[in-house]
């Protein structure tokens, strides 16, 4: 007798988008939803490589929004 496999939950992937406020192009960013409703880290634009403040808020929906803020010096 055959053991049925378990098939894994895939984890539907959550996607967000900011606009860097040095060079004003759109950035898509992963979200991790285990991180918590209210998010908040530094990473540098890929297209410019300045550092922005990046803010992710998940709702109840799943759904994600992202804003970023030039980090202060």
Do not use: L, T
């Not at 939950?9 to 285990?34: F, K, L, Q, T």
């Amino acid at each position: 007798m055959k053991k049925k496999r378990r098939r894994k939950r895939r984890e539907v992937s959550v996607e967000a988008s900011y606009v860097c406020d040095n060079c004003g192009e759109e950035i898509v960013i992963p979200v991790d939803r285990s991180a918590g409703e209210s998010q908040e880290f530094i990473e540098d634009c890929p297209v410019c490589c300045h550092p922005q403040m990046i803010r992710v808020e998940v709702e109840e929906d799943g759904e994600a929004r992202a804003w970023s803020e030039g980090e202060a010096n």
